[in-house]
């Protein structure tokens, strides 16, 4: 069964300091992998999206992860906090469309950002 | 504007009530998606369809119905059956290629009087 894990419920940075939200997933076969966020009271919005193509993934507003197959993880970074990233973030990973295509959610992790 | 609407945007509901949560589509999307999120607990899926005129069961059916009537729209019904029915609910859909991206409506909040 495939599942992710999120290592932190919150995380707390300063503005401009390195932001570095923790993603561990479990899966019988090569994943495909996101990262969504979700501000106060609205939907979620696609950060980035891994496919096997790169291990290194770029994604808006500055944001990266890295999947690391040894390790069975995806840490979504950033090297410079803005307030506007303040939200929460979730790692997701999806089932093939054969098997109904769901999406299987970690628990979020909740960024603060300080002034 | 292409994208996914939910509404309405906030709904209570009354004890022993039933309420339709509306879902429509307009980037042609083959299937749809509810799921729902409580506070520190991620999304859970509730139902999901693939055609129109078929859905299946996500991991937390019980108490909710829905319909696929047209590739458009997908609404869910909260029943009177789903004794804890307060949380934020998502709608999305997603092409059947395309990687695996869903894409989300900015959701509807229920709440029981």
């Known amino acids: 069964a495939q599942s992710v894990t999120q290592l932190d419920s919150h995380v707390s940075v300063s503005e401009g300091t390195p932001v570095l939200l923790r993603c561990n997933y479990s899966?019988?076969?090569?994943?495909?992998l996101f990262w969504y966020v979700q501000h106060p009271n609205k939907g979620l919005q696609l950060l980035l999206k891994?496919?096997?193509?790169?291990?290194l993934v770029k994604g808006i507003n500055g944001f990266e992860a890295e999947f690391k197959k040894s390790e069975t993880s995806f840490h979504l970074t950033k090297p410079s906090a803005h307030m506007s990233d303040a939200a929460e973030y979730f790692c997701?990973?999806?089932?093939?469309?054969?098997?109904?295509?769901?999406?299987?959610f970690g628990q979020g992790t909740e960024l603060s950002v300080k002034p | 504007d292409g994208g996914i609407t939910q509404s309405p945007k906030y709904l209570f509901r009354k004890e022993g009530q039933n309420v339709t949560l509306s879902c429509e589509q307009n980037?042609?999307?083959?299937?749809m998606y509810w799921y729902r999120q409580d506070p520190g607990q991620g999304l859970r899926l509730i139902y999901y369809?693939?055609?129109?005129?078929?859905?299946q069961k996500g991991d937390i059916a019980e108490g909710y119905s829905v319909s696929r009537e047209k590739k458009e729209s997908f609404p869910l019904t909260v029943t009177s059956a789903q004794k804890n029915p307060t949380a934020f609910y998502l709608c999305?859909?997603?092409?059947?290629?395309?990687?695996?991206?869903?894409?989300f409506g900015a959701g509807t909040r229920l709440s029981v009087l």
């Open positions: 369809s693939q055609i129109v005129n078929d859905f």
């Open positions: 899966s019988s076969y090569s994943p495909s």
């Open positions: 891994y496919t096997s193509a790169a291990t």
């Open positions: 997701v990973v999806s089932l093939a469309y054969n098997q109904g295509g769901k999406l299987i």
């Open positions: 999305a859909s997603r092409f059947s290629a395309g990687g695996g991206i869903q894409y």
């Open positions: 980037l042609n999307h083959d299937a």
